[in-house]
């Protein structure tokens, strides 16, 4: 069967999924695409159908077998590299995000609050005293989530431009193999080392924690350590960011719903969700390999093919979300995918929640004639990189 | 109506717990739920319903 569309798609508007991902799940709802390495995949456009997809054990996560649809060019893990929990299926997959889950409790993000609210505060004093117009990125939505998962690892925060140059180079989508694969092993290789020096005498922190724990376990390894901290960090500052700047755009171009947070806070956890849903900037980070034949919405799925699982075509359905293409802060969006959905969603998704609340009711509250220093169909949008986001943000108030 | 949880299938993602801390809450070691009210009754039903309906992994049902 020939493939009618190739992945990834364009957008031709900043502000919704590429054309194609509604005349697919409006006509043809799991459908074949072709993929950049020549390769083919399903894709899987519909709430429901994705929900299923992600919660079946009958599809893989394992980005390391050979038949794993690449979504860039070369692959990006070699055979050999160091598992982590989003490569592991059951039984593996539970004790080792088991390991670490304990450290990213709704509970124990609370107790971050203070902490996390200091540092926007920090963040917010500096673009304040800084030139006009600012950049919202480099002051503000880079460093929030960058000092939060650097405190929290315990990684000195003055390495955080060395994390922030690779992790940059390993979700551009031009990035060619070997330029990914030297990022890849400079972290990962600075993450050893460091864990190396917490090793005698374990920190309080959470790799020190862990170092106990997994020793206690008889589990500790070094080099998976690493791997799961590399995990951490790049999952824990790219995704936050991006989802601080846009969300930003969203509320200045929507005035009346920033209105509404403004004068009830209580509501900002509410906007979270919706902005989370409204953008899915991770959205085809949920592919799976199939390896038992199953039938999804009508659809037989056969053993050894690719799925992908599109979050945003799905955060869109309208068969979940009535006026899906609006931006609704009250509409109550917390049943979407944008965290991807079963045993693999997003661990750091509490502190997210958390870091954009406190970001969007200081910033907005500190900063009240806050606004675009630029037209938006002049904003640098990361259109090439897998992780939807803004390169800059130009802002004034 | 009595709520089941699975601690196998749980995934610890926290939803239940962000949907009615009243009802739900985490284990400290490793995330997992724990239900603190199996038996709710009045407006925590509906928010019970929503955390069956929001749990990424199912661990959640309601005996009726």
């Not at chain 1, 709430?47 to 992600?54: A, G, K, N, P, Q």
């Not at chain 1, 304040?128 to 480099?138: F, N, R, T």
């Not at chain 1, 080392?193 to 500790?220: F, S, W």
Request: negative net charge.
């Amino acid at each position: 069967m020939t493939a009618v569309h190739e992945f990834p798609m364009t957008r031709t508007c900043p502000f919704a999924p590429p054309a194609a991902y509604e005349e697919i799940r409006e006509k043809d709802p799991i459908t074949r695409v072709g993929l950049p390495d020549g390769g083919q995949a399903w894709v899987v456009t519909r709430h429901e159908d994705v929900r299923t997809v992600l919660n079946d054990r009958r599809f893989s996560a394992d980005r390391q077998h050979p038949d794993f649809p690449q979504l860039v060019k070369g692959g990006f893990r070699r055979q050999g590299d160091e598992r982590t929990m989003i490569t592991m299926d059951a039984p593996e997959h539970g004790p080792a995000r088991k390991a670490v889950l304990g450290e990213f409790t709704v509970r124990r993000m609370e107790a971050l609050r203070p902490r996390i609210q200091e540092i926007v505060d920090e963040q917010i004093d500096a673009l304040l005293a800084g030139p006009k117009p600012g950049d919202l990125v480099e002051a503000l939505s880079l460093p929030v989530p960058s000092l939060v998962i650097c405190e929290m690892l315990g990684v000195p925060y003055a390495e955080h431009d060395f994390f922030q140059t690779h992790t940059a180079k390993l979700i551009k989508r031009s990035t060619t193999p070997e330029e990914r694969r030297a990022a890849f092993d400079m972290i990962r290789g600075y993450l050893e080392e460091l864990i190396a020096e917490k090793e005698e005498n374990p920190p309080d922190d959470l790799l020190g924690r862990q170092i106990v724990k997994l020793r206690e376990d008889g589990t500790y390894r070094r080099a998976s350590l690493a791997a799961t901290g590399f995990l951490l960090l790049v999952a824990g500052h790219e995704t936050t960011a991006n989802m601080i700047s846009l969300s930003t755009v969203a509320f200045l171009r929507n005035p009346e719903q920033l209105a509404a947070i403004k004068a009830d806070p209580g509501k900002t956890l509410d906007a979270v969700e919706e902005m989370l849903r409204y953008w899915t900037i991770v959205d085809a980070a949920t592919a799976r390999l199939c390896v038992e034949d199953v039938e999804v919405g009508g659809q037989l799925i056969r053993a050894g093919e690719g799925v992908l699982a599109l979050g945003y075509a799905a955060n869109r359905d309208p068969r979940a979300f009535e006026n899906a293409d609006e931006l609704d802060i009250e509409r109550g969006a917390r049943h979407h995918v944008a965290f991807g959905f079963g045993p693999h969603q997003c661990l750091g998704q509490n502190l997210a929640r958390m870091e954009l609340q406190i970001v969007f009711d200081t910033l907005f509250r500190r900063v009240p004639t806050l606004e675009l220093a630029a037209d938006v169909d002049d904003l640098p949008f990361k259109d090439d990189a897998n992780i939807y986001g803004l390169y800059r943000l130009p802002v004034t108030w | 109506m009595k709520i089941i949880a699975d601690t196998g299938k749980c995934v610890g993602a926290g939803q239940c717990v962000l949907t009615e801390p009243a009802l739900f809450d985490q284990s400290e070691d490793d995330g997992t739920v724990i239900v603190l009210d199996d038996q709710p009754e009045g407006e925590l039903i509906e928010k019970a319903r929503e955390a069956v309906h929001i749990c990424p992994s199912q661990a959640l049902s309601l005996q009726e």
